[in-house]
């Protein structure tokens, strides 16, 4: 199996509980970039990058347009944008809402399978809609990895169950594991695909 090159982690109805506990839990050298996706309204500030920086030694980034992807770089998708991964950068479209949400946790998903075919990475979370099945399912067609939380440790469980539905050969594990697994997962590309990232 190919190594990762980054991980997509969508979130929505119970997000930040979860992606605090998930981010304060990776390590330091951690050897991909991770991009999240968490739903929020389109007024909403940028108070969920500061959120998280306090829990992390990692650099959590508010993505602007053609933001440059770095191993160990936590980069979080702007309200009232969708964020595409492109090869070594995210960039931003206002295109429809999907699913009623912008951003979207699928159109990410996507573009990340397409940029990395292989060695994306994705990772749903608690979540009171579907968005992130079909992503899911598109990383894993195209040779990735996934991981659902187990919903029983999910806030809202109906986001990890329609992953665990697309893609039943997902993984599937409690939120205070799923970092541990993440590193384990992306651990062999530090050296190799940490440093093309860029």
């Known amino acids: 199996m190919s190594e990762i090159s980054i991980a997509v982690v ?8 979860a992606l605090s506990k998930l981010v304060a839990a990776l390590p330091r050298d ?4 991770v991009a999240v996706v968490q739903h929020r309204g389109p007024q909403a500030d940028n108070m969920l990058a500061s959120l998280l920086q306090d829990v992390t030694a990692l650099r959590v980034i508010d993505v602007e347009d053609k933001e440059p992807l770095e191993p160990g770089g936590v980069y979080i998708a702007p309200a009232n944008y969708h964020m595409m991964v492109e090869r070594g950068h995210l960039s931003l479209t206002t295109d429809p809402a999907v699913r009623f949400s912008r951003p979207s946790i699928d159109v990410t998903f996507i573009s990340a399978a ?3 075919p ?6 749903v979370l608690t979540g009171a809609n579907d968005d992130g099945a079909v992503g899911l ?26 992953a ?14 799923i970092a541990a697994h ?17």
């Open 10 to 17: 969508g979130a929505s109805w119970g997000g930040l509980s």
């Open 30 to 33: 951690l050897a991909v970039p």
């Open 114 to 116: 397409d940029a990395y």
């Open 118 to 123: 292989g060695a994306t990475l994705g990772v």
């Open 137 to 162: 399912r598109h990383i894993v067609d195209r040779g990735g990895r996934a991981i659902v939380q187990d919903p029983n440790t999910a806030e809202s469980r109906t986001m990890p169950e329609a």
């Open 164 to 177: 665990k539905l697309a893609v039943p050969e997902a993984e599937v594990l409690p939120l205070a594991e």
């Open 182 to 198: 993440i590193v384990s997962i992306t651990k062999p590309a530090s050296r190799m695909e940490g440093r093309k990232a860029g």
